[in-house]
C-alpha cells in the first residue's frame, strides 16, 4: 500500500495572463505594501523596458532595485540582496526574471530573518547529506518581507520554496529550504518573456520537461504530481515545438507558463534523481546552466532507469506524442530539434573535457537526488560512468 504526505506551498495565488503591472498593482494594494524592493536582471532592467513598464503601477512605493544577480546565484550576490532589504526595512520584495532572480531572493530571506551577514554564516543553513546518510534540513525563522515572482524563463523556481546557491569558495552548490522563502504570490504574463533570450528560453522548457519527468520516474511518486507532471509534457512538447516556428505566439509561451507551473508541483515533493543531482554538481563546477545541464544530462539518464521504470516512460512516451517511441529518443530529438546540444562533449566550455568527469561525479555524489535516482547509483564510479555515457 503506497503512504505519502503532500505538503503545500504557502503561496496565495496565480496570475495567468493577466498583464504583469495590472498584478503587481493588485498585489501590492492588497498586502498595503509600502517599502517595495526589486530584484532583476541586468540585461532585463538595461536593456529592455520590462521592468520599468511592470512597474509602472507600483513606482511610487518602489525604495530600493537590485539588478546584480549572477548565475548559479553566488552567496555574495545573496548577501547583497538581504542587505538591501534590511537597509530599505523593506515591506514586500518583487522578484522580475528567470530562476537566478528568484533563488537569489529566497536565499536571501534565509539570511535576512536568520541575521546572515557573511558567506561563512550561511553554512549552518544549507540542506546537507549527515556523516551517516540521514538528511540535514535546516528550517529558517519567517522573513519580514514575502516575494512576488514575475518569472520570464521556464525554471518553475516561483513555485517551490526551494533556493539553491552556489558558495564560490569550492564550487559547489546547496539548496536553502523555508516555508515563506518562497513566492506569496506568482504572476504569469507571456508578454514579458518576449525578452528572454531564445535559449534561456527554449532551455529552461527542457529543465521543466525534466521536473515533469523525474517526477514520474521519483521513488516516492504520488498521485497528484503523476497528473500533473503527464499534463505538463503535453504542454511543454506542444509549446516549445510551437516556438521554432512562431516565437511570438504569445498563447504557446503561456502554454509553456502552464506546463513549467504543473511541472513544478513535484518541486520538494517527490525525489528527483541524477539529472537534477549531477545538474547541480556539473553547473557548480563548469558553469552550465541549469537548462542547459537538462538537455545534456536527461537523455542519458532516461536510458540508464529505462529499465526499472518501464511504465513510467511509457507514459512520458505517451504525453510526448508518440508512444511507440522511446521516451528518451523523444526527449533527445525534441532538444535537438530546438537547437540545443545533447551532449556533454557539445557544450565546447574552454578547459572542460572528459579529464573533469571523475571530479564532477565525486561532487555529484554529495547531492541528495543522486542517492534517490530510481535505479540505484552507489559510488562515484558508477557515476562517473553515466557521465561518460552523457559525454559521447
Same mark, same amino acid.
Given at each position: 500500500?503506497?503512504?505519502? %504526505? ?6 496565495? =495565488? ?46 511610487? !512605493? ?15 550576490? %545573496? ?13 514586500? $520584495? ?20 536568520? #541575521? ?22 535546516? !528550517? ?31 564550487? +559547489? ?32 522548457? %527542457? ?5 515533469? $519527468? ?15 507532471? %503527464?499534463?505538463? *509534457?503535453?504542454?511543454?512538447? =506542444? ?14 509561451? *503561456? ?14 515533493? +517527490? ?24 538537455? $545534456?544530462?536527461?537523455?542519458? $539518464?532516461?536510458?540508464?532507469?529505462? !529499465? ?5 516512460? /511509457? ?20 532538444? /535537438? ?15 572542460? #573535457? ?25 559510488? /562515484? ?12
Amino acid at each position: 500500500m503506497k503512504t505519502g %504526505v503532500f505538503n503545500y506551498l504557502e503561496l496565495d =495565488r496565480v496570475h495567468f495572463g493577466t498583464p504583469a503591472a495590472e498584478a503587481l498593482q493588485t498585489e501590492a494594494t492588497t498586502r498595503g505594501a509600502q517599502r517595495i524592493v526589486v530584484v532583476t536582471s541586468k540585461s532585463l532592467n538595461r536593456k529592455t523596458d520590462a521592468v520599468t513598464a511592470a512597474l509602472s503601477r507600483i513606482q511610487p !512605493q518602489v525604495v530600493g532595485l537590485f539588478d546584480e544577480c549572477v548565475e548559479h546565484t553566488p552567496r555574495e550576490s %545573496v548577501l547583497a540582496v538581504a542587505q538591501l532589504l534590511r537597509d530599505t526595512q523593506a515591506d514586500l $520584495v518583487v522578484s522580475i526574471g528567470g530562476g537566478t532572480v528568484i533563488d537569489t531572493v529566497k536565499v536571501a530571506l534565509v539570511a535576512l530573518a536568520e #541575521g546572515v551577514t557573511t558567506v561563512e554564516g550561511l553554512d549552518a543553513w544549507h540542506m546537507r547529506v549527515a556523516p551517516d546518510g540521514s538528511r540535514v534540513t535546516p !528550517q529558517p525563522r519567517p522573513a519580514p518581507c514575502r516575494q512576488i515572482a514575475v518569472p520570464t524563463t521556464l525554471s518553475g523556481a516561483e513555485f517551490s520554496d526551494l533556493g539553491g546557491s552556489t558558495d564560490t569558495r569550492f564550487g +559547489t552548490k546547496q539548496g536553502y529550504t523555508g516555508a515563506f522563502i518562497g513566492a506569496a504570490a506568482v504572476i504569469l504574463d507571456p508578454r514579458i518573456t518576449v525578452h528572454t533570450p531564445e535559449r534561456l528560453w527554449l532551455s529552461t522548457g %527542457v529543465r521543466a520537461v525534466d521536473h515533469a $519527468v523525474e517526477a514520474l520516474c521519483s521513488v516516492n511518486a504520488q498521485p497528484l504530481i503523476d497528473a500533473t507532471s %503527464v499534463r505538463a *509534457l503535453a504542454l511543454l512538447g =506542444r509549446s516549445l515545438k510551437r516556438y521554432v516556428t512562431a516565437p511570438d505566439d504569445l498563447d504557446a509561451r *503561456l502554454d509553456g507558463q502552464m506546463g513549467a507551473w504543473l511541472a513544478a508541483t513535484s518541486i520538494r515533493r +517527490t525525489e528527483y534523481g541524477a539529472s537534477h543531482g549531477l545538474g547541480h554538481a556539473l553547473g557548480a563546477d563548469a558553469g552550465v546552466p541549469h537548462g542547459i545541464t537538462s538537455c $545534456v544530462l536527461l537523455p542519458t $539518464v532516461m536510458r540508464f532507469n529505462a !529499465q526499472v521504470c518501464a511504465p513510467q516512460m /511509457a507514459e512520458i512516451a505517451a504525453a510526448l506524442g508518440d508512444a511507440s517511441r522511446p521516451a528518451a529518443d523523444q526527449v533527445e530529438a525534441m532538444i /535537438a530539434a530546438l537547437g540545443l546540444p545533447t551532449r556533454l562533449s557539445q557544450l565546447a566550455i574552454p578547459g572542460f #573535457g572528459p579529464e573533469r568527469l571523475a571530479t564532477i561525479a565525486q561532487k555529484g555524489m554529495a547531492n541528495p537526488w543522486v542517492h534517490t535516482n530510481p535505479r540505484k547509483i552507489s559510488d /562515484a564510479a558508477q557515476l562517473e560512468a553515466l557521465l561518460q555515457q552523457a559525454w559521447a
